[in-house]
């Protein structure tokens, strides 16, 4: 496969040399219009590099061989290339934007020319110009040799889906559900675990956003997306530290993704929407432009609007044994749900002539509302003293500044990343309804890496170090709320935790014989933790290691995949959540289980078929996280209730329960040149400490999910223009549910049974018009909710539990969107 990288690079260079148009000619006249192989894929993991070296690597995948005619240089960089491709599907990928058009001139050859350069006369016809476009393979697989279930949302679904909130944004995805409907307390679940047991990144930067559980833990605006990376369960050593459970990988809007890789120019888009349920208008505004290798980028985006209705369709919330029905909320607008967002992005980037590139970024989004007392539920009955809504004030930034080489050689090809990431949240207090001051909580990472990537016959390795130094304080407002209780009123002083960590990493990627993907690495980690006092454990220096090994091979090349997956993870002591932090927690242990760092196990295996655009996949999973940190502010918590005492009440700072999570997905799928159709399915159950989760005691730790499955179709008529698609949801009751411990006895030890989850299945549709206008402008429609079904969705606080109202999603909506870029 070497060799043949070598050939190409040879071909090509030695047909410039000497003049390769008209001797090119002579070939071509002689030859039919022709394809590549009808039927073959191949997979491709391609990142963005000089273009001469990505066409090599081409090559060496596909054995499809190279001319380039002209005696002109090949420049610039190649698209990233990710997945499962046919031999010109791929071409057309990694060409995109590049100034070169191509031409098969037989099955396993091809030509490339400059758009409006000389071409032979037959083809000057048949030849395709390269859009800016994204192609993203099947099903947006992930990269090859990657564990069973990993994937990418790219650009090209982002435009497709045209997300409102994280919950669109990872829709038609049943092994990642979205809690909450109101992005301020959304929370992303990857397999039932929630986000902050995996490595998140925004552009590289660790984030630490375990604020406040009735808040969003990762609150980011999809319009400034390019695209998110999943790896459920086995994550790549180099994804970060504390990755238990996986990683997600943001990244933005870069000026090379809207101009074009080699071109200076400059351009903008400007986006309106409109939301009929809540009278929602959005308003977004992108400029870049790109100028001698300096690159600007502005985004902007502002949304507003009132309160949304329920839909009115649907059963009546289940009751619980022992509390009267809850309220029924179907067909009525929902309090505290109104719209006000501001978000917003800026980038300035300058690239050498070398390929030295460096890049600064500033991402921030803010919310500044009205929200229900406890932002993740409609409402929960729980005595006098709190009203129905109350402001939440929240605020998350990040700033990233990054080198890295356009024109690696030989081994260099580094990459080094400095960034801090903030959020803030701040909301009234209560005593009987009255306002009696404000609460603070803030947590801050400050973090970076530098890693090398070393290119090796057979793949490469990926080694370096990283760093962050992370910090959660909270400031109840003691002052103002004067509380009299001097032992409540010295554990609600201002309180802070913090953490150091240092980490060495190594990820290999390798293709060590035919037909295999291997990926394998590994971590070792120092950390040091710092309590909310001087408690003997409450200043803890550790250090572990984790290992992680994925792979696949064709059983049977061009059609069947076997896949597998295991990682051992050591994520040290995790920092508590801001708003439950207590000055005068009891670390020691003395009084109850000690203070452990917390680690986790997965496994995943599964099976991929692929054939002439059909594809069938199933895979299995299992997560086991132990000592789960998940910290109450009480110094005597008692997990199971008044009676029951499998396990004695411990300090809130050392609470940490043990996690298992397991389940399958199993998925369906046909793509065609201008459409697809995508069925999938997965089941998911998790249990704490042996006994079925529920919404509140997974609470930063997993949430019950039971069944999902997703049905996602679109279809392009290019001859119109026009694009039309849909997406369903369906989640069947779920009976498998815990027990109330408040509600037990003597007679009855483990208390009653939560009612199971409601059912819902949900439909949305949209219709997209692109006309040919002067500039790229786009019309589009989307219906919400179609049925006007009311539900809340599987992963939003409280359905088991009789005395909270969840918060139910919007009901029937249409949202209009128009688009123009110039």
């Given at each position: ?6 050939f ?10 000497f ?7 002579v ?16 997979t ?30 090949i420049?610039?960089r190649?698209r ?20 070169l058009?191509?031409?098969f ?7 490339l020319y ?12 048949e030849?395709?110009a390269l ?12 990269a090859p040799?990657?564990?069973p ?5 790219t650009?090209?679904?982002?435009e ?15 092994g ?8 301020l ?16 990144t925004?552009d ?12 969003a ?20 050593a ?6 238990l459970a ?12 809207l101009l ?11 986006k309106?929407t ?5 009278a ?26 009132g ?15 022992g509390?009267p ?9 929902i ?13 300035l ?16 989004v803010h919310?500044?509302t ?24 929240l ?17 260099f ?10 959020t803030k949240?701040?909301i009234?207090?209560?005593?009987v ?37 992370d ?10 709320r ?7 009123a ?15 990493y190594a ?7 035919e037909r ?7 971590r ?6 710092k309590?909310t006092n001087?408690?003997?454990?409450s ?20 059609l069947?995949t ?8 050591w994520?040290?002591?995790p ?10 927690w ?9 203070l ?47 009676f029951v005492?499998?396990y004695l ?14 389940g399958?997905?199993?998925?369906a ?6 459409g697809?159709v995508?069925?999938?399915y ?14 509140d ?17 679109a279809?392009t ?7 039309v ?8 009751k ?13 007679e ?15 439909v ?10 002067k500039?790229?402008t ?10 006007d079904?009311?539900y809340s969705?599987?992963?939003?606080y409280?359905?088991e539990f ?21």
């Open positions: 496969m070497r060799a043949r990288g070598v190409v690079m040879s071909v090509i260079t030695n047909v410039a040399r003049g390769g148009v008209s001797a090119l000619a070939g071509l006249s002689l030859t039919s219009t022709a394809r590549a192989d009808d039927g073959r894929r191949f491709l993991d391609i990142p963005s590099k000089p273009l001469l070296a990505a066409l090599a690597d081409y090559t060496a995948a596909t054995g499809v061989q190279l001319v380039r005619t002209g005696g002109d240089r420049a610039g190649s990233a290339v990710s997945g499962r491709f046919g031999a010109e599907e791929g071409l057309r990928a990694m060409l995109a934007g590049s100034g058009i191509y031409q001139t037989g099955p396993r050859t091809a030509a400059p758009i409006g350069g000389a071409m032979p006369v037959q083809l000057a016809g030849a395709e859009d800016e476009l994204q192609v993203t393979g099947e099903s947006g697989a992930g040799g990657g564990a279930g990993s994937f990418v949302v650009s090209a679904d982002i497709r889906k045209n997300p409102q909130d994280v919950r669109d944004l990872f829709g038609g995805e049943p990642v559900q979205v809690g909450s409907s109101i992005p307390s959304q929370k992303v679940y990857v397999r039932g675990v929630e986000e902050t047991n995996l490595a998140v925004i590289g930067s660790a984030q630490n956003n375990k604020v406040f559980h009735h808040n833990t990762t609150y980011i605006d999809p319009g400034l997306l390019k695209q998110a990376r999943v790896d459920p369960g086995v994550a790549p180099d994804a970060g530290f504390g990755a996986g990683s997600i990988a943001y990244e933005t809007k870069d000026v090379p993704d074009g890789h080699d071109r200076d120019g400059y351009g903008g888009i400007v309106g409109f939301n009929s349920n809540g929602v208008f959005g308003n977004s505004y992108t400029v870049y432009g790109k100028q001698n290798g300096f690159e600007a980028l502005g985004y902007f985006n502002w949304a507003d609007g309160r949304y209705r329920a839909g009115e369709n649907g059963p009546r919330l289940p009751t619980q044994a509390r029905e809850r309220p029924d909320l179907r067909g009525e607008k309090p505290g749900t109104a719209t006000d967002l501001l978000s917003g992005l800026a980038k980037a300058y690239e050498s002539s070398e390929g030295h590139r460096f890049e600064v970024s500033h991402e921030r919310d500044d009205s929200r229900p007392f406890r932002a993740n539920a409609g409402d929960i009955i729980a005595g006098a003293g709190n009203p129905l809504t109350r402001n939440y004030k605020d998350r930034q990040n700033t990233v500044l990054n080198y890295s080489t356009t024109s690696p050689e030989g081994w090809d580094p990459k080094v990343v400095l960034a801090y990431s903030e949240v701040k009234p207090n209560f005593s309804l009255d306002e009696i001051g404000h609460s603070t909580g803030s947590t801050s990472s400050l973090n970076g890496r530098a890693e090398n990537r070393f290119a090796l016959p057979l793949g490469s390795v990926t080694a370096g170090v990283d760093f962050r130094h910090v959660a304080k909270v400031d109840y407002g003691l002052n103002e004067g509380l009299s209780d001097p032992v409540l010295a554990g609600y002083l201002d309180a802070r935790e913090r953490m150091t960590n240092i980490g060495l990820q290999a990627r390798l293709e060590p014989i295999a993907r291997l990926n394998f690495g590994g070792a980690d120092h950390q040091r933790f309590g001087d408690d003997p454990g200043d803890i220096s550790h250090s572990g290691l984790s290992g992680n090994v994925s792979g696949e091979y064709d059983l049977v090349p061009d069947l076997a896949k597998a997956g295991y990682s051992h993870v994520a040290g002591v920092l508590a959540e801001n708003f439950i932090m207590n000055r005068n009891d670390y020691s242990g003395e009084t109850g289980k000690d452990n760092a917390t680690t986790a196990d997965n496994y995943s295996a599964g099976l991929v078929i692929r054939h002439s655009g059909f594809a069938i996949e199933g895979s299995i999973f299992k997560t086991q996280i132990e000592n789960a940190r998940n910290a109450k502010f009480s110094n005597t918590y008692d997990f199971d209730g008044r005492n499998f009440p411990v300090p809130g700072a050392s609470w940490a329960p043990d996690l298992d999570t397991k399958f997905e199993i998925g799928g046909y793509e065609w040149e201008t697809f995508r069925v999938k997965a089941h998911i159950d998790v249990d704490i400490n042996g006994r079925p989760g529920d919404s005691t997974g609470n930063y730790i997993a949430t019950p999910v039971g069944d999902v499955i997703t049905i996602s179709a279809h008529f290019a001859a119109w223009n026009v694009t698609g849909g997406d369903i949801e369906i989640a069947p779920y009976k498998r549910t815990g027990y109330d411990p408040f509600s037990a006895t003597l009855n030890p483990r208390g009653d049974k939560y009612p199971a989850y409601p059912a819902y299945e949900i949305n549709a949209f219709i997209e018009y692109k006309p040919k206008l500039y790229e786009t019309f589009r429609l989307d219906v919400k909710n179609i049925f079904e009311a969705s599987r992963a939003t409280g359905d009789g005395n909270v109202t969840p918060l139910y999603e919007p009901g029937r909506s249409f949202l209009m969107t128009a688009q123009v870029k110039f």
